[in-house]
């Protein structure tokens, strides 16, 4: 496996949902690398959303931006104390909550607000919470959205964000000893086109916790193998245009027990998907209205 070599510089902004096992490792490799290269981060904007309101002890053994004194603590803003004294320039924003149907339908629609969400549960954070107005100005102004969320039908949400923005997600999948990832970049086709609309309507939640709804194992190094990954697509994504970006594989998957590797690099060819509308199929998958278009232009 190879990957382009970085070369210029790093400026520009970035949505994260979702700091936890692979944000975390993507986010510690991103600071990192920019600090290795001579940065301080100045030009760099990455607004940083986890619901987790508190990070707990077992989260530290794969979790890598966060120790012993973190815990209790909003993963999100957390993270955001940690970077910013590897990159002190960058401009970081968090919140403690995710990005769903109610941003969704708002980027497509171009209204100025977010719409209120019928389901969110009121956990006591509203101050930890950014405004609707701040997140999705910091939303429409991304170059890139990197999905690091723990089910599918949120990442069949984000992909219609970068499909409605027409900018690059970059999203990765860890449980055991395999893991893979995947770069889709404008036109190279979405979620639902690779996946299936089935992961449209799976909101259940992967998790590494017993009382888990899905529990599955977590082993460190598949996890710190997809993470630092998407930090360094990251990295490519925000430079010189994303030029870097275009010359990585498409998909990259993973198999440890065979130590097995498949890269496939260009556009990967969508099994379920057909035409190049990957909004509409988002659309279509997740229920919305056809009808519903707005100005998102950024």
């Not at 986010?27 to 290795?36: M, Q």
């Not at 719409?115 to 509203?126: R, S």
């Not at 556009?267 to 190049?276: A, L, M, P, T």
Request: proline fraction near 4%.
């Amino acid at each position: 496996l190879r990957i382009p070599r970085q070369t210029g510089p790093v400026r520009g902004d970035a949505t994260v949902a979702g700091v936890g096992g692979l944000g975390s490792w993507a986010l510690g490799v991103f600071s990192r690398g920019l600090a290795d290269s001579g940065s301080n981060g100045a030009g760099v904007g990455v607004t940083i959303l986890d619901p987790d309101p508190e990070i707990e002890l077992h989260n530290l053994n794969r979790q890598v931006l966060y120790s012993a004194k973190d815990i209790g603590r909003p993963k999100a803003g957390a993270a955001v104390d940690v970077l910013s004294g590897v990159i002190p320039e960058a401009d970081f924003a968090w919140g403690i909550q995710s990005l769903g149907m109610p941003e969704l339908e708002t980027i497509i629609s171009g209204s100025r607000d977010f719409e209120d969400d019928d389901e969110a549960v009121d956990l006591g954070v509203c101050d930890s919470i950014l405004p609707s107005e701040e997140l999705r100005e910091r939303i429409l102004s991304s170059g890139v959205i990197l999905s690091g969320v723990d089910n599918l039908r949120s990442r069949a949400i984000i992909s219609g964000m970068s499909s409605s923005l027409g900018i690059p997600m970059i999203n990765a999948g860890a449980a055991g000893w395999s893991g893979q990832m995947d770069v889709i970049r404008e036109g190279d086709g979405c979620m639902t086109c690779r996946y299936g609309s089935g992961i449209a309507r799976d909101d259940r939640v992967a998790s590494c916790q017993e009382d888990g709804e899905i529990p599955f194992s977590s082993i460190v190094t598949s996890t710190a193998i997809f993470g630092a990954l998407q930090g360094l697509a990251l990295m490519a994504a925000l430079s010189e245009r994303g030029r870097i970006l275009s010359e990585w594989p498409g998909r990259i998957l993973w198999g440890g027990r065979s130590n097995s590797v498949r890269v496939e690099m260009g556009r990967v060819r969508g099994v379920f998907g057909s035409g190049d509308d990957h909004l509409g199929h988002i659309r279509e998958a997740l229920g919305m209205d056809p009808e519903a278009v707005g100005d998102n232009s950024q």
